[in-house]
């Protein structure tokens, strides 16, 4: 059976999608109306560019075959001058009244489509157009844009109704990032907006630890995270364990790095971020200290403090992987590029590099340098970041990529947004809470 599908497409309409799927067919075509318009307010895109939206939206199908049907402005040579252009079919839909009319009384059977989804077409559009401003300098398509805009306006538009705010962390995937996030940062600057925000609702696009991080400093509001994503250092010690190590070194105050879970915080004397380590240490009075759970930063800061630092063997899997000798490859090639690690590397490239820092501390950097050429050691999410924020910069060598950080994804953020798991909900036990947050109060005082 062959279906022909009628619709301007102007403005053009997911709902026109939608309708299309719903027909049973073994050939479908469909005849873009009005064709000749272009340019005016309410026909602004041409043929060929409806044609190319319809076919990223539905994917390329053999099924279908579109065909443009310009209009004659003629009701009764009408149906003639359609059978013209698109040749035999056996069925029309259309969402049209007078189109409806016009085949009806030319004896065709038509029926019509139940349309179920309503964003327009020209907002799709204009917000694909948003989108590319900012994701091309990225690895994105003006077609992965059109894709993704149906979901950035919906999640837009519920953020709003529901006075929620999404945080991002700047190792989150460029279509998060400039699609939907209202703040975009590092652990430390996120906790300090999710504490001063006035929002309702928080949606925190990053791994668990920092969820609960936000929910100890707000926990009135709801805090979500699109999907359960661990860390490797925050996984790799558990309350027992603080324990177990405070009972070794009697005496010794516990530093925990932020990357811990709320529980490990509540075991733990004061917080740190990669940002104020060494202030945070420096400002103990002991002269001995458990710092916890990164070895590597641990091994840096012990470097910058006269105080003796007892460590953890937790590591990060994505900044213990980058390799000094073949930075210095590059740099070779590269000679006047600024080397910026995260503090999380090793400290044979923390040594070398131009500066060590967090995540802001390395953007900061980039913000101020006249340098050109910038070797970015840290999650690619950064190096999108600056790809975005200094396309007059060069990004040198190579990242990694985060695992953990990457598996949210926008669909996560939707179903956060309007139907939460379980598992998105941050809970967190009061006492925890209360335990929690006396260190990283003592931090945010300092
Ligand atoms: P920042 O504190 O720099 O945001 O780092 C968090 C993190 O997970 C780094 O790997
Ligand atoms: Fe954890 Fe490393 Fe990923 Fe940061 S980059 S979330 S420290 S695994």
């Known amino acids: 059976m062959i279906a022909l599908f009628i619709g301007r497409f102007q403005p053009f309409h997911e709902g026109h999608l939608d309708a299309?799927?719903?027909?049973?067919?073994?050939?479908?075509?469909?005849?873009?109306?009005?064709?000749?318009?272009k340019g005016t307010k309410d026909n602004p895109y041409s043929f060929v560019e409806r044609k190319k939206i319809i076919e990223t939206m539905l994917g390329k199908n053999n099924q279908y075959q579109i065909m443009a049907i310009p209009d004659i402005h003629n009701?009764?040579?009408?149906?003639?001058?359609?059978?013209?252009?698109?040749?035999?079919?056996?069925?029309?839909?259309?969402?049209?009244?007078?189109?409806?009319?016009?085949?009806?009384?030319?004896?065709?059977?038509v029926r019509k489509t139940k349309i179920k989804v309503k964003i327009s077409g020209t907002a799709i559009r204009d917000e694909a157009n948003?989108?590319?401003?900012?994701l091309q300098k990225t690895c994105y398509s003006y077609e992965d844009c059109l894709k993704i805009a149906p979901l950035t306006l919906e999640i837009n538009q519920l953020k709003k109704k529901q006075n929620a705010i999404i945080l991002a962390h700047s190792y989150q995937t460029p279509d998060i990032m400039y699609g939907v996030a209202d703040y975009l940062g590092d652990s430390y600057s996120l906790s300090k907006i999710a504490k001063t925000s006035k929002a309702k609702k928080i949606i925190f696009c990053s791994v668990y630890f920092m969820g609960e991080t936000a929910k100890i400093l707000n926990p009135k509001k709801e805090v979500l995270v699109p999907t359960l994503a661990g860390c490797s250092l925050a996984d790799s010690i558990t309350p027992a364990q603080v324990r177990k190590l405070k009972k070794k070194y009697p005496g010794r105050p516990?530093?925990?790095?932020?990357?811990?879970?709320?529980?490990?915080?509540?075991?733990?004397?004061?917080?740190?971020?990669?940002?104020?380590?060494?202030?945070?240490?420096?400002?103990?009075?002991?002269?001995?200290?458990?710092?916890?759970?990164?070895?590597?930063?641990?091994?840096?800061?012990?470097?910058?403090?006269?105080?003796?630092?007892?460590?953890?063997?937790?590591?990060?899997?994505?900044?213990?992987k980058f390799n000094a000798h073949s930075i210095l490859q590059v740099k070779k090639q590269f000679p006047n590029a600024k080397i910026l690690a995260h503090t999380e590397c090793n400290p044979n490239i923390v040594d070398f590099a131009d500066l060590a820092g967090s995540t802001n501390d390395l953007l900061n950097f980039v913000d101020k340098t006249e340098s050109k050429d910038i070797m970015l050691i840290t999650e690619c999410g950064l190096s999108d970041r600056?790809?975005?924020?200094?396309?007059?910069?060069?990004?040198?060598?190579?990242?990694?990529?985060?695992?953990?950080?990457?598996?949210?994804?926008?669909?996560d953020i939707l179903i956060a947004l309007k139907n939460p798991r379980k598992n998105q909900i941050v809970k967190l036990d009061k006492k925890i809470i209360t335990k929690a947050k006396k260190s990283l109060d003592k931090m945010l005082l300092l």
């Open 20 to 37: 299309i799927k719903q027909i049973k067919a073994d050939k479908i075509i469909i005849g873009i109306g009005s064709s000749q318009y």
């Open 75 to 109: 009701n009764l040579r009408w149906v003639q001058h359609v059978k013209k252009i698109v040749g035999n079919f056996d069925i029309v839909f259309t969402g049209n009244k007078l189109t409806e009319k016009l085949f009806k009384e030319k004896g065709y059977q």
């Open 130 to 134: 948003r989108l590319f401003e900012y």
């Open 254 to 320: 516990v530093v925990c790095y932020i990357n811990t879970t709320a529980k490990v915080k509540a075991e733990s004397d004061i917080c740190c971020t990669s940002g104020n380590a060494l202030k945070v240490i420096n400002s103990l009075p002991q002269d001995e200290i458990i710092f916890l759970p990164d070895i590597l930063m641990g091994k840096n800061l012990q470097k910058l403090t006269s105080k003796k630092i007892i460590l953890w063997n937790g590591t990060c899997i994505v900044h213990e």
């Open 386 to 411: 600056v790809r975005v924020e200094h396309p007059d910069k060069n990004i040198i060598g190579t990242c990694n990529l985060c695992p953990y950080m990457k598996k949210i994804t926008l669909q």
